[in-house]
């Protein structure tokens, strides 16, 4: 069974293992990863500036998501599932418990700038295209932005 809750502190390498190798399921090459390392190593300051959850099944951690807040307005800033569990439904799971959580702190949208293999996950849960996003890691590449208004989500 997969449960959710909170990440501890001394998860964080963990969490930085898996978001790489969770990204790298798109078969990007070795420059692209390592041009990548950066935003995606989790440190202290995550849980200070945002909210964090896991997945956990069988004890091992196999999904995270993180939401920050600018304003009211949410961005899902990670959502990363080990390449072992895809399509067994935790991106769901996570992506429910980013929308609730951005709900809980009174945003009104979430956003997403979603790797271009994400999108079409983001759409079939209702997210819609909001143009595109320069990304901050590589100079020349455009990622799609998506969001999701939450003014009419139910709260959980
Ligand atoms: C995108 C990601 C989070 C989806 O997680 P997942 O656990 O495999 O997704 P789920 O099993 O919960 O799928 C939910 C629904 O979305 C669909 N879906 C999942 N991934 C999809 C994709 N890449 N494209 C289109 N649809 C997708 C599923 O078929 C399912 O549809 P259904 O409800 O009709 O059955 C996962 O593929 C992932 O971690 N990818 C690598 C890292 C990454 O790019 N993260 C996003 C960064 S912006």
């Not at 190798?21 to 990863?33: L, P, T």
């Not at 849960?125 to 901050?136: F, K, M, P, Y």
Request: with cysteine.
């Amino acid at each position: 069974m997969t449960v959710l809750r909170t990440p501890e502190l001394a998860e964080a390498e963990i969490l930085t293992r898996l978001c790489l190798r969770s990204k790298a399921v798109w078969g990007y090459d070795e420059a692209f990863m390592a041009a990548c390392r950066p935003a995606l190593t989790v440190t202290a300051v995550d849980w200070q500036q945002s909210d964090i959850q896991v997945a956990v099944d069988g004890g091992k951690i196999v999904g995270v998501a993180q939401v920050m807040y600018h304003g009211d307005a949410a961005e899902l800033d990670k959502l990363f599932v080990d390449p072992d569990a895809l399509g067994g439904g935790i991106g769901r799971r996570l992506f429910g418990w980013s929308v609730q959580t951005a709900l809980s702190k009174g945003a009104k949208v979430m956003t997403i700038d979603a790797d271009p293999g994400a999108a079409d996950f983001y759409r079939r849960l209702g997210a819609v295209d909001d143009g595109t996003v320069a990304s901050t890691v590589i100079p020349g590449r455009f990622l799609p932005r998506l969001k999701l208004g939450l003014a009419n989500v139910p709260p959980r």
